[in-house]
Every structure is written in structure tokens, then in C-alpha cells.
């Protein structure tokens, strides 16, 4: 199971991989779980990549999320937070 601080960086290294900091502790275990992988860099440092495994276990979150709001739309490969999901809440409490 993942904590909250693993889920997190997993979510940041999906979405902004070139902001993750090297020493954090998170990326080891996240690496040990072959959810990301950390490629030798061309030039500079080297920068995680989600692996299929962690795309997986991301998408399987944003379902599960969406399921317990009702939601309708399907997940696709390219969808962690449905643009549907986020109008029809922001709609529900406007009102």
C-alpha cells in the first residue's frame, strides 16, 4: 500500500517529473515497487519517468475516486482527473 507522500510524488512525477528533487525518500520506494524508473540522463540529471506499472495504479486511483462520486465518464490512458467530474462538481456547488 502507498502512503499519502508516496501516492503524491507518484502523481508529481507523472505530471512534472523535471521538478523532482534526487534525495527524496519517496522515489526509492517508489522505484522498488517499479512504479517509476529513473533513466541515466543525456546531460544534467537524471529525471523519473512513471512506468506502466505506476500509470496503471494511477489510473486505477482516478477511477476508484470517480466510482464513489458517481461518476459516468470512463478513465482514459491520458485521464487522472476527469474535466467532466471537476465541471459537473463545480456546478453542483454554485448552486
Known sequence: ML?????ATLMLVKDAPERMEADRLELGALRALELIAIDPP???LPIPRVTPQGDAVLRAIARARCA?????????????IHDACRLEYEAEIRV
Not at 3 to 7: R, Y
Open 42 to 44: 543525456e546531460a544534467g
Open 68 to 80: 464513489r462520486a458517481h461518476c459516468r465518464w470512463p478513465v482514459t490512458a491520458t485521464d487522472y
Open 3 to 7: 502512503s499519502p507522500h508516496e501516492l
